[in-house]
């Protein structure tokens, strides 16, 4: 029957059996199960994995070795970007027009997941992003309702963005559109391994998008329950498709979800929904002061350990498992050389670490973490540490500074760190 189910693949064949072949990660109860064993990620953000597949493969080889190294064995990569006007997005775009997708940057994914696979990685595709830094979902709106593309890092308007940015859940053409680029990656079959995605377990999950909001921090009631709608219909939607893989939405827990606690759960009590994210962002949410980490660093060790905690208690409520895709830190004094120190950063991830995998070592519903994000031998190219097309793909999106929160491959002592934590997950699995 292997043999038969086997062939049936090669052929592209893809199983329709909800029952996942023993190889794709799985959800039992509150752990990921991979081959019969619990399964935890220790992982990395790595947006621009398909992009070093298209353009750039000896470096992405490197990297890939260099990340097995420490322990690394799930990537969280970006599916596709949407061209646009916008000063701050990667460039050239996977879409350059509705429908119309960059074969080399698809390809770029096949040779990716291909790596991964040789090295016994798993990848968590996010199919769109809240953010203006891949086009987005701003660039859809830009095509369908015709609003402008604005760039929040021009405007200095974030509220007016993510209030705006949240029209896309309705927008029925951009929705429609967005099924296309589901549908595009689902039903894709890999140039490289022949594999169909579908029938594909480097795939680890699928998620809705990276970061999807509700809108800005004063939601409305109908706004929030927009957001849940449109969640709970595009799982659905992609369970309809492929019953190998996992959902997830993107979310960054409670900082992405008005801060209601109520909104969170409710985004995450899909049946489809096969596990909870959240991410954790002390410098940009205003809790510590790079520049006065005497002053701050102590309230935001209390916020940061709380927020741990508390999405941990609501996975554990929710009864599925929760993973820590996101958090980060940048350099000793706010700087983006490379050559600066990383005492606060190594500092922080210890303190992240030892609260993820302490509670995942105490049977509590952890999956495991998503450092943001891998630089590797990334290098910024110019002297103001902004991108411009042609340089450099590194963790730090084009609307932040090449520098901002990449853990270079320079960077041992956080290397290290990432190791040591990295084992002690995977010691679980042996258990
Ligand atoms: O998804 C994200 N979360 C936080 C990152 C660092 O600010 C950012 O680059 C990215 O948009």
């Known amino acids: 029957v292997i043999a038969l189910a086997a062939s049936l693949l090669m052929m592209g064949v893809v199983p329709v059996a909800s029952a996942a072949a023993p190889d794709f990660v799985a959800v039992k109860k509150t752990q990921f199960t991979r081959n019969g064993h619990p399964y935890y990620i220790a992982g990395a953000n790595f947006w621009y994995g398909a992009y070093l597949g298209a353009n750039d493969r000896p470096r992405l080889l490197k990297e890939l070795d260099t990340l097995k190294a420490m322990g690394i064995n799930n990537l969280r990569v970006l599916a596709v970007s949407e061209k646009t006007d916008m000063k701050s997005a990667v460039r050239p775009a996977t879409t350059n027009e509705p429908g119309k997708y960059d074969e080399r940057l698809l390809a ?41 593309a604005l760039d929040p890092n021009v405007t200095k308007d974030y509220e007016t963005y993510m209030r705006e ?27 490289v391994t022949g594999k169909p995605y579908a029938g594909d377990p480097v795939i680890m999950s699928w998620q809705l998008a990276n970061e999807p909001r509700p809108g800005n921090a004063s939601s409305t009631p109908q706004e929030k329950e927009i957001y849940v709608k449109w969640i709970a219909d595009t799982a659905a939607y992609i369970r309809g498709l492929d019953k190998n893989h996992l959902v997830s939405t993107g979310s960054e827990g409670l900082a992405g979800s008005a801060h209601d606690a109520a909104l969170f759960e409710k985004a995450h009590a899909s049946k489809d929904v096969d596990y909870l994210t959240y991410h954790l962002w002390p410098k940009n949410w205003g809790w510590i002061d790079s520049k006065r980490v005497d002053a701050t660093w102590s309230g935001a060790l209390e916020k940061s350990s709380h927020y741990l905690n508390v999405h941990i208690d609501y996975a554990k409520k929710m009864g599925k498992p929760i993973v820590l895709e996101e958090f980060g830190m940048d350099r000793d004094g706010a ?68 520098g901002l929160y990449s853990v270079f491959d320079t960077d041992k002592s956080t290397i290290a760190l990432i190791r040591q934590y990295a084992d002690r997950l995977h010691a679980l699995e042996r258990k």
């Open 165 to 191: 940015t949240a029209r896309f859940y309705t927008n029925e053409k951009a929705q429609a559109e967005y099924r296309n680029v589901i549908r595009t990656f689902i039903n894709r079959k890999n140039t």
């Open 108 to 148: 770029g994914m096949d040779f990716l997941l291909a790596e991964m696979g040789k090295r016994d990685m798993t990848a968590v595709i996010y199919l769109n992003n809240f953010w203006q830094w891949s086009g987005g979902m701003t660039q859809y709106l830009n095509w369908f309702a015709g609003t402008p």
């Open 335 to 402: 700087s983006f050389d490379i050559k600066s120190s990383t005492k606060v950063r190594d500092r922080f991830y210890k303190v992240v670490f030892d609260v993820v995998v302490g509670r995942a070592e105490k049977g509590d519903p952890v999956a495991g973490f998503n450092f943001w994000a891998w630089g590797g031998a990334g290098r910024a190219a110019n002297a103001d540490y902004w991108w411009k097309e042609g340089n450099d793909l590194m963790g730090d999106p084009p609307q932040e500074e090449q």
